[in-house]
């Protein structure tokens, strides 16, 4: 069984396409698959930190659900391993509400073809993605001045798991 598609398939911003129909019923997605997002805030969300570290978008793109929730299990792994649980606090900023639908095409024995399928096909839902504007906040972490390196660390080694580039901004707050 074939698994997801490359990232790049979902990465380019645009809007949905709407579907209309005699059949009322049909104009809908009827069923959205489920967030693989577990959490969007850890750590210690009570302590004033001095610092804050952004992971910020440079351009318009879509990133999706399961890029976010692996990013997230990376930053948030190391720094609770570095700093411990009250050292830090972490906040996913965007919402993957995007359903990404798909047009399943079969190949052939050979697969030197593809059925020729229907243009402009509704598809079915294959997953969630969140929309990244240009210049807006993918993370942020709120750390002291002991954990600013183990941050910007954590943060740098997210984005090779996320489709797009992005800059890491630090403000003391």
């Not at 440079?58 to 929730?69: G, P, S, T, Y």
């Not at 830090?88 to 047009?103: D, Q, T």
């Amino acid at each position: 069984m074939a698994g997801l598609r490359k990232g790049h398939c979902y990465s380019t911003l645009k809007r949905a396409y709407t579907r209309y129909s005699k059949v009322k019923a049909r104009n809908y997605i009827k069923a959205i698959p489920t967030n693989k997002v577990v959490r969007f805030d850890m750590g210690d969300s009570a302590k004033n930190f001095g610092y804050e570290i952004s992971l910020i978008s440079k351009k318009d793109h879509q990133i999706r659900h399961n890029a976010l929730e692996s990013a997230r299990q990376l930053i948030n792994r190391r720094m609770y391993n570095k700093l411990g649980p009250k050292g830090y606090f972490l906040k996913l900023k965007l919402y993957p509400y995007h359903i990404l639908r798909e047009n399943k095409m079969l190949g052939g024995a050979h697969a030197d073809r593809l059925q020729t399928g229907m243009a402009h096909s509704f598809g079915k839902p294959v997953g969630l993605a969140a929309q990244a504007k240009k210049n807006s906040e993918v993370f942020i972490a709120r750390v002291d001045q002991n954990g600013l390196e183990t941050a910007k660390e954590a943060l740098s080694l997210a984005r090779p798991r996320m489709p797009g580039t992005y800059r890491i901004d630090i403000k003391k707050i």
